[in-house]
């Protein structure tokens, strides 16, 4: 299917040991500009998801500026 061409997906590997992150790096790869990968190194739960959050927030913010 095809990303909207206002729309941009971030996904989060959390460490996960199959090969999620490589799929993850191919699809980058197809559409950089719609794409964007974050690989962690293990699973850190709520805090891992608070961190992307709270990251993404402040890059919005300083780019509005």
């Given at each position: 299917?095809?990303i909207?061409s206002?729309?941009?997906i971030?996904?989060?590997?959390?460490?996960?040991?199959d090969?999620?992150?490589?799929?993850?790096?191919?699809?980058?790869k197809a559409?950089s500009?719609?794409?964007s990968?974050v690989n962690?190194?293990?699973?850190?739960g709520?805090?891992g998801?608070?961190f992307?959050?709270?990251?993404?927030?402040l890059?919005a913010?300083?780019t509005?500026?």
């Open positions: 299917q095809k909207a206002d729309s941009f971030l996904f989060v590997n959390d460490g996960s040991k090969n999620t992150y490589q799929e993850l790096k191919s699809l980058f559409h500009d719609k794409v990968v962690l190194s293990r699973n850190f709520n805090f998801y608070y992307i959050t709270f990251s993404l927030f890059f913010f300083t509005l500026e």
